[in-house]
Nanobody, 123 residues
Framework: QVQLVESGGGLVQTGGSLRLSCAAS????????MGWFRQAPEKEREFVAA????????YYADSVKGRFTISRDNAKNTVNLQMNSLKPEDTAVYYC????????????????WGQGTQVTVSS
């Protein structure tokens, strides 16, 4: 099992920035990819960004491309999400995830989930 713990959420104004972090523990040798999903009230959980653990390949949802940047630190078993130019539409609970690289954007492919961290963007 892989345990994931998110941090860095908070309240920011439109146009502001936040940096989320996710630390993995447990069977980290089994991690092929890590990334982020988000879920707003009464909305389905949606894919945000992913990064492969070995090669560092990245993939972003169209809604955040150019604004969000995902990165990793393999030595620390940590993945980060730098969020810039935040919009009210970005308000959601953000969940760290780990799973296979293939079709990571599909939530059912995820093996492990973090508990979530709230991001609120005010206008």
């Amino acid at each position: 099992q892989v345990q994931l713990v998110e941090s860095g959420g908070g309240l920011v104004q439109t146009g502001g920035s936040l940096r989320l972090s996710c630390a993995a523990s447990g069977r980290t040798f089994s991690i092929y990819a890590m990334g982020w999903f988000r879920q707003a009230p009464e909305k389905e959980r949606e894919f945000v960004a992913a990064i492969s653990w070995s090669g560092g390949s990245t993939y972003y949802a169209d809604s955040v491309k150019g604004r969000f940047t995902i990165s990793r630190d393999n030595a620390k078993n940590t993945v980060n999400l730098q969020m810039n130019s935040l919009k009210p539409e970005d308000t959601a609970v953000y969940y760290c995830a780990a799973g296979p690289w293939s079709r990571f954007e599909r939530a059912h492919r995820v093996d492990s989930w973090g508990q979530g961290t709230q991001v609120t963007v005010s206008s």
